[in-house]
């Protein structure tokens, strides 16, 4: 009867649009560590290793007039590993002359 109960109670609320809750969005802790880490946490922490970060260029902006793809993966500029988007960010704001960026 309980099962039943939470069926019917758990369809009205999905038919009005309710939405669930967020593990990392809705609950204000304390700590820094969640019990479900964001993906960009989890990379900080070492729970997830990437090789590049993923690109997506603008239409019509310098980057898909250079034959950078949607998904493209960069993997280092001027063989500096890059592992987010912070790295590509300080080392494209150093560079004073032409990079060399390795896509995969």
């Known amino acids: 009867m309980n099962f039943f109960f939470a069926f019917v109670v758990f369809s009205g609320l999905f038919m009005i649009g309710v939405e669930p809750l967020g593990i990392n969005t809705k609950f204000p802790t304390q700590t820094e560590t969640k019990l479900i880490p964001s993906f960009q946490e989890a990379v900080r922490i070492g ?22 793809l949607e998904n493209d993966i960069l993997v280092s500029i001027d063989g ?8 590509m960010i300080t080392t ?12 995969r």
């Open 47 to 68: 729970l997830v290793k990437t090789d590049g970060i993923v690109l997506s260029p603008l239409t019509g902006s310098i980057a898909q007039q250079s034959g950078i």
């Open 80 to 87: 500096k590993d890059i592992m987010s988007p912070e790295d």
């Open 92 to 103: 494209v704001k150093k560079s004073t002359t032409s990079m060399d960026f390795t896509l």
